[in-house]
T-cell receptor, first 115, second 116 residues
């Protein structure tokens, strides 16, 4: 079965420092991976996706993610964190075998950027 | 069109009552999804429509839950005889069917249901 794991419930980082939010996946077939961000009382906003091609994917708001097939990871990164990046981040994998393209989400990682 | 909209944003109801939520997807998005998100968890898939056809339902969707998308545009999710365990955020998402089948899903702001 397809699944993703986000091993950290919370990540704290100082403003201006680089940040990493971890995600590992387990899929049968090719992985289709996504990152979303959720602010309080709001829906999920798309950040970036990996389908194929370059292992380094660039997305919205200065975020990027590195796809690593050997480590089955898709970590989210940003070179310099902002206080406004503080939010809940979800990694997701598309459930390919089902044909519906539904997502399977991780449990989320709360990012706190400290001023 | 500014995105996926959901109504109401908040719903408080008493156990045993019926509730209905509405989702308006982005225009021309063929695919529509419903997810449920409980506190501290990621969203969990409930059901999927392509146009007006409901093509998949999760085991999470008990027989008290029903969803429709009658004209292939907006969708409704109804919960009958609500239980306290139904308290959650109900999220709707839509995406395009195009040459790129890997189009991302766009999410609405959600409807937060509280069952007393």
């Amino acid at each position: 079965a397809q699944s993703v794991a986000q091993p950290e419930d919370q990540v704290n980082v100082a403003e201006g420092n680089p940040l990493t939010v971890k995600c590992t996946y387990s899929v049968s077939g090719n992985p289709y991976l996504f990152w979303y961000v959720q602010y309080p009382n709001r829906g999920l906003q798309f950040l970036l996706k990996y389908i194929t091609g370059d292992n380094l994917v660039k997305g919205s708001y200065g975020f990027e993610a590195e796809f690593n097939k050997s480590q089955t990871s898709f970590h989210l990164k940003k070179p310099s964190a902002l206080v406004s990046d503080s939010a809940l981040y979800f990694c997701a994998v598309r459930d390919s075998p089902s044909g519906t393209y539904k997502y399977i989400f991780g449990t989320g990682t709360r990012l706190k950027v400290l001023a | 069109d500014t995105g996926v909209s959901q109504n109401p944003r908040h719903k408080i109801t008493k156990r045993g009552q019926n509730v209905t939520f509405r989702c308006d997807p982005i225009s021309e998005h063929n695919r529509l999804y419903w997810y449920r998100q409980t506190l501290g968890q990621g969203p969990e898939f409930l059901t999927y429509f392509q146009n007006e056809a409901q093509l998949e339902k999760s085991r999470l969707l008990s027989d008290r839950f029903s969803a429709e998308r009658p004209k292939g545009s907006f969708s409704t999710l109804e919960i009958q005889r609500t239980e306290q365990g139904d308290s959650a955020m109900y999220l709707c998402a839509s995406s395009e069917v195009g040459a790129d089948r890997n189009n991302e899903q766009f999410f609405g702001p959600g409807t937060r249901l509280t069952v007393l």
